[in-house]
């Protein structure tokens, strides 16, 4: 199987210092490691984009070459790690008028008029604009370790050691505008083109936060750090259910609110889709 992955992690933003994250360049490194040690991907396979580097036109260029080598031929399976703030922004493709999309933030986000500026914010219609173009025959898999609600801040993890990877939008009025709709959950970023074998993970519910989070000494993305944990210590003799059993399990014993999710379907068979 021919296969090509790119991680991104983004702890700075240029032009938000405040936002600062600490652990999701550390999810960029450790997702590479993983693809590299446990599921037979060179190193030379694998693009990592952190910080100045993972701006939206590197971003969306590199998964664009993906997809482009996919329709090509040159690759049956995908991966894609992102690990960074989430936001949301109200619906763009004008399909879902009372829903918000989610969005993430690159190292360059920016704002315009009061909202998110379009040319530095990466939103979901996008993103499956993009892998609508891939073959039946490839196989996508993504990994957002993300925020996409506020709704969650009013129960997240407050402690010294986890930050909720969440950027509200950058004007009360954006903001309440948003906060209005309802979240559509992520799951729909890959689901809308039936025919592309999908696989998604995702480090929390639509209405919840990702913990950025101080574990063993290092920072990580906690919906990471227990994924890389688990597939290690698993030797990949697991289903993919399973380890998202095992890694809710062992975020719940370490009292994170976020409850990952998978879409795939494997989940849908379980009736663990969405849950």
């Known amino acids: ?13 240029r032009n938000y210092p405040s936002a600062a994250l600490n652990g999701c360049v550390n999810d960029a490194r450790e997702m590479k490691m993983l693809l590299t ?4 991907f060179s190193p030379n396979s694998v693009t990592t984009l952190t910080d100045s580097k ?5 971003i969306m260029a590199k998964l664009q070459a993906m997809v ?10 995908l991966v894609f790690s992102f690990s960074s703030h ?3 922004v109200p619906d763009t493709g004008n399909d879902e008028p009372d829903l918000a999309d989610e969005a993430f933030c690159p190292y360059d986000l920016a704002e315009d008029g009061g909202g998110w500026h379009a040319e530095h914010i990466i939103t979901d219609d996008e993103l499956s604009r993009l892998f609508a173009d891939l073959p039946d025959r490839v196989t996508l898999e993504a990994f957002l370790d993300t925020c996409h609600s506020g709704t969650g801040l009013r129960a997240v993890d407050f402690a010294a050691r986890r930050k909720p990877r969440y950027l509200a939008p950058p004007s009360i009025r954006a903001f309440l505008q948003t906060e209005a709709l309802k979240p559509r959950g992520l799951g729909d ?3 809308r083109n039936e025919a592309v074998r999908h696989i ?4 929390c519910r639509a209405d919840q936060t990702s913990a950025d989070a101080l574990i063993e000494g290092n920072w990580h993305g906690a919906f990471t750090f227990f994924l890389c944990r688990e597939i290690r210590s698993s030797a990949n003799t697991l289903t993919r259910q399973l380890v998202l059993n095992n890694i809710r399990n062992a975020l719940k014993s370490g009292r994170y609110s976020q409850i990952p999710q998978l879409e795939c379907e494997e ?3 379980n009736g663990q889709s969405g849950s």
Do not use: P, S
Request: glycine letters at 14%; hydrophobic letters at 40%; a positive charge.
């Open 200 to 203: 998604l993970w995702t480090g």
């Open 37 to 40: 040690d446990h599921f037979g």
């Open 54 to 58: 993972a701006t939206k036109r590197n």
């Open 86 to 88: 989430g936001t949301q």
């Open 267 to 269: 989940a849908r068979k």
């Open 189 to 191: 970023l890959l689901a």
């Open 68 to 77: 482009e080598g996919a329709v090509a031929g040159k690759y049956d399976y």
């Open 1 to 13: 199987m021919a296969k090509k992955a790119l991680c991104v992690g983004i702890n700075r933003f």
